[in-house]
Nanobody, 115 residues
Framework: QVQVVESGGDLVQPGGSLRLSCSHSATDLTIYALAWYRQAPGHEREWVGTLTSGTIATYADSVKGRFTISGDKAKNATYLQMNSLNVEDTATYYC?????????WGQGTRVTVSS
């Protein structure tokens, strides 16, 4: 069973930065894409951005220019650098791995933006 684990969530002030990490155990599979999603209380889960083929990153309009996705293939990890955070970014952030054996989700990491 492939494991996907997010970490790095925390309480941060508006305007601050945070880096989330997503590690996975899919070392023997072909990774097509790693995506970040988030779900705020009372809202549906929404797409944040995707890293495809380890190099091509796309973002939702709501985070474009503030968030950056990067990957470290050697560490089986993907990162979500979040800058200029605002209260609307408060959510649980999830990582989704699309691989040759299927799609896997992590359990999420909580980000709270508050003064």
């Amino acid at each position: 069973q492939v494991q996907v684990v997010e970490s790095g969530g925390d309480l941060v002030q508006p305007g601050g930065s945070l880096r989330l990490s997503c590690s996975h155990s899919a070392t023997d599979l072909t990774i097509y894409a790693l995506a970040w999603y988030r779900q705020a209380p009372g809202h549906e889960r929404e797409w944040v951005g995707t890293l495809t083929s380890g190099t091509i990153a796309t973002y939702a309009d709501s985070v474009k220019g503030r968030f950056t996705i990067s990957g470290d293939k050697a560490k089986n990890a993907t990162y979500l650098q979040m800058n200029s955070l605002n209260v609307e970014d408060t959510a649980t952030y999830y990582c989704r791995l699309a691989s040759s054996s299927g799609t896997y989700w992590g359990q999420g990491t909580r980000v709270t933006v508050s003064s």
